[in-house]
């Protein structure tokens, strides 16, 4: 049993580190709060003297707990109502610099790490994102060295097929949304038709709370008449800004003063390829703080 002070330093110290592994595992930051408690809980029983590499023994709970938990969300996200988005984070300015870390958490790529199993995805995090040794992995996943080996190797294929083209420079980003928030603020059709992409796709997360989109929107016409209509009968009470919203650039929906949902998108070639619209109040909760994520 080791004492609460040492315990604790190790942990705040890897804490947005531990934080950022399981939101790219579970992309909720309620159950995230969760996971990190659980790891807490097992870390502070830890005889540190035990511990070669503090920074791999917590991650290696964080992983299992985050393990635990994504396979109770798979079966709680069947009965979602609505087409199901990740939590919306505040990030600092800082993660927007990092662009393998904020493309890793972006809205597109954690939806496509949705379409792995959880073993998968936890492999393909722990590697990929975050550069861990395949021996770190397989203690952490509870996987033999060959096994691991094959999964990254399976997960890599999966992502490749269907992630976005690759992380697009901050400066990129930065311009494309800050044409898309000039077309939102007109509510013109030909307006948001020059900065769409042509199979542009539209997905909205209201969680059964608040009305959004039943299922995907399709194509930059379509799209383009879908936030028009929108956008026409909210009327002046729609007030528009730019956040730093999941590491990218991205545009809070405030009605009367009130926030009323966050809207995040991907980029490709300086237009918008994807729009992801977050209207589920409990979602937005966020919002109020910045989140530190760290590799």
């Known amino acids: 049993m080791n004492q609460d002070g040492p315990a604790t330093e190790a942990f705040v110290a890897h804490r947005n580190l531990l934080f950022t592994v399981a939101y790219e ?3 909720s930051a309620a159950d995230v709060e969760d996971v990190l408690q659980e790891t807490w809980l097992r870390w502070r029983d830890v005889d540190l003297d035990t511990v070669r590499d503090q920074r791999a023994y917590l991650v290696t ?6 393990l635990t938990r994504l396979r109770a969300l798979d079966r709680r996200r069947e009965s979602y109502v609505g087409p199901w988005l990740p939590d919306p984070l505040l990030t600092t300015p800082d993660v927007a610099d990092d662009v393998e870390l904020a493309d890793s958490v ?35 996943v509870d996987k033999n060295l060959p ?6 190797h399976r997960a890599r294929a999966h992502v490749a097929a269907r992630r976005p083209v690759g992380p697009v420079s901050p400066a990129e980003s930065r311009a494309a949304v800050e044409a898309f928030q000039r077309a939102v603020e007109t509510g013109d059709v030909s307006s948001l038709l020059g900065v769409l992409a042509p199979d542009v796709v539209a997905l909205g997360d209201g969680g059964g709370l608040k009305q959004a989109m039943p299922r995907p929107v399709v194509g930059a016409q379509r799209v383009a008449r879908l936030l028009a209509v929108g956008l026409e009968k909210v009327g002046q009470a729609l007030s528009v800004e730019p956040a730093h919203i999941n590491g990218s650039p991205a545009l809070l929906l405030r009605l009367n003063g009130e926030l009323d949902s966050v809207m995040t998108v991907s980029v490709e070639n300086g237009l918008v390829t994807g729009i ?15 989140t530190a994520l760290s590799r």
Not at 61 to 66: D, K, L, N, S
Not at 147 to 152: D, K, N, P, S, T
Not at 280 to 289: C, G, H, V, Y
């Open 147 to 152: 096994a691991v080996r094959q999964i990254a």
């Open 106 to 140: 972006s809205t597109a790529m954690l939806l496509v790490l949705e379409t792995l199993t959880p073993v998968e995805r936890a492999v393909f995090i722990l590697r990929e994102v975050f550069q861990f040794g395949y021996d770190e992995i397989a203690e952490a």
């Open 25 to 27: 595992m579970l992309g």
């Open 61 to 66: 709970i964080a992983t299992r707990q985050a």
């Open 276 to 290: 992801y619209t977050v209207r589920n109040p409990e979602k937005l909760s966020r919002i109020a703080r910045e």
